[in-house]
């Protein structure tokens, strides 16, 4: 796949910071709520077997304004409805890693060719409280590549200018009540959008990572 790449300075900074940092320690992503992330990454859990799941970072490198690819899922999913998300999913006995995993599930949910994605890296991993352990990818794509939204499974496909993306002081700390318990969360607002969850800690995560280098 080749790819046109914008002049952004986020842009770049990014491409720098993975094509620096590829053999480097994927430091995993924390949970906003300290005492979830406190619990399961406690030594009393080394046992436990979390599900593997992956999910793809698509960056639109030849916009004006690069952007990362989001959906907003379907009101009558069962896990998760109405909520934002990168295009991904859980992984399946045959793939063969979480980059085949979230290309997949990617051209599943938006119809996005895994040949059209050029891999560029991944964080390190997210685990969730629901049993999931998440692995992001990061992958460059062209806004030439057509997207097509799964009816069963998103409502709509959006743009996060990654500006805004990687901007860590865009992102709010707030207290949710979910599922009987008081959590902490992080969210942001765009266009109508709420961004939250595990979308946001991801994203927050990476906004540090980039934030954290030196040009």
């Known amino acids: ?90 992984e399946d006995p045959s793939d063969a890693g979480p980059v085949h995993t979230a290309l997949r599930e990617s051209e599943e949910e938006i119809g996005l060719p895994a040949d059209a994605v050029r891999v560029i890296g991944r964080l390190g991993e997210l685990l969730m409280p629901s049993g999931y352990c998440v692995t992001p990818i990061v992958g460059l794509m062209s806004s030439r590549t057509p997207l097509e939204p799964s009816p069963r499974e998103v409502a709509h496909i959006f743009h996060l200018p990654l500006q805004l993306a990687l901007d860590a002081t865009q992102y709010q700390r707030k207290s949710m009540r979910i599922q009987d318990s008081q959590r902490e969360i992080l969210e942001m607002h765009y266009e109508g959008y709420r961004i939250w969850g595990a979308t946001a800690a991801i994203l927050h995560h990476l906004a540090r990572e980039i934030g954290s280098t030196t040009d």
């Open 1 to 90: 796949m080749t790819a046109l790449y914008s002049n952004d300075p986020m842009l770049q900074k990014l491409l720098r910071f993975f094509k620096q940092t590829q053999a480097f320690e994927r430091r995993p992503i924390q949970h906003p709520d300290q005492t979830i992330n406190r619990l399961i990454h406690s030594a009393e859990l080394p046992a436990r077997q979390f599900r593997r799941a992956a999910v793809l970072i698509a960056i639109v490198t030849d916009l004006e304004i690069p952007a990362i690819v989001l959906t907003q899922r379907t009101e009558h999913l069962s896990s998760h409805p109405g909520q934002v998300a990168f295009p991904g999913g859980k």
